[in-house]
Every structure is written in C-alpha cells, then in structure tokens.
C-alpha cells in the first residue's frame, strides 16, 4: 500500500525529510550506537582506571540528552510552511466565504467532487496541496479541509473566524497556528 506524504512533504528539512524505507536503517544504526558505546565503555574501564572514564562516561550521556531534546520537525511543521509560502489569509478567506455558500456534504462523494471541481476552478491553490482530492467540512465557524483516508491517517488546515484551533480531540503537538484563524493538523481517525 501507498502511503501517500503530507502534503507531500514539501519544505521538510532535508536531514529529517527521510523516505520510510529508511526508518529501519535509523533504527539499525541507533542500535549499533548503543550496542557499540556499552562495548567503548566496558572497554574502557578493563584498561585504564583514570579520570578520562568520567569524561567518556559524561559525554556519551550528554549527546544522548542532546539527541533526545532536539526539536525535530514534524508534518504539521512541513504543512505550516507549505500554506504559508504558498497561501495569504486573504485568499484563504476568500476560498472560506464561497465554501461557506455552499452545500458541503463530503459523505456524498459524486457531489462532493463536482463541487470541488468548481471551487477549485476559482481557488486552484487553496484545493491542491495534495496530488489527492481534499474534502471539505463546515464546522461551527469554520471551514475544514482535509485529506487522507482512515488507513494513511489524515491531515488538512481550518481557517474560520476563530481564536482556538476547534477540533478538540487532535492534540496539541499535530496542529500548528499559521495565521490568525488559520489551522494547519495532522490526525488519526
């Protein structure tokens, strides 16, 4: 199965942007790290008895509190900085008050898509963050736009006239503030 990319990675850091293929060989080689600084430190002290063990000891200890504390970027971090180079709030806004005169029902999923066909007609970038089709959802004051399934997880951005993010399940740390009233989330259904 294809996993499909959050609005297809864009603007990842390219160190953190990793294809899952390669989440096993992160995984191997922290390992090794491990299974080899056991090994250095053992190694150590069956050889000397000096005060450089405390220095070896220490280090190891602070770069694994250094990796463990680094601020690695997630989706909802590349989904940020995707709608904000690609979208103003204004055009967002635009986009949001022509949603909200229409029927919005996206169980529906021939009229959903006609209806995306002509939203997208006038507001191309707003509807095409994804190489997939998006949904649309009215919430109390808000206009949510999503992509993804219940099998790859799901993400999107609301934009409404609103002062807190208003999906009240997705945690703090999956939805990021990228303008005021503008939401961009990753959730798992």
Do not use: C
């Not at 090994?39 to 005060?51: H, L, N």
């Not at 405390?54 to 709608?83: C, E, Q, W």
């Not at 993010?165 to 303008?179: A, D, G, N, S, T």
Request: proline share 4%; net charge negative.
């Amino acid at each position: 199965m294809r996993v499909i990319p959050y609005f297809e990675g864009y603007n990842f850091d390219k160190y953190w942007s990793l294809p899952m293929g390669v989440l096993p060989v992160g995984l191997i080689s922290l390992i090794v790290f491990l299974l080899s600084s056991v090994v250095v430190i053992i190694k150590i002290f069956r050889k000397t008895k000096s005060s450089y063990n405390l220095a070896v000891i220490g280090g190891m200890i602070l770069t694994l509190f250094s990796v463990y504390n680094l601020p690695i970027p997630s989706y909802v971090d590349g989904m940020h900085k995707r709608v904000k180079a690609e979208l103003s709030r204004a055009e967002l806004l635009d986009f949001v008050s022509d949603a909200s005169a229409e029927e919005l029902d996206w169980l529906d999923r021939d009229a959903h898509s006609k209806l995306i066909d002509l939203l997208r007609a006038k507001h191309l970038k707003a509807l095409s963050l994804s190489g997939i089709a998006p949904r649309i959802e009215k919430g109390e004051g808000y206009i949510s736009v999503f992509y993804g399934s219940a099998l790859v997880k799901h993400w999107g951005y609301v934009v409404g006239d609103i002062d807190e993010f208003p999906i009240e399940h997705i945690p703090l740390e999956m939805q990021r503030k990228v303008y005021e009233g503008v939401w961009v989330y990753h959730d798992i259904w």
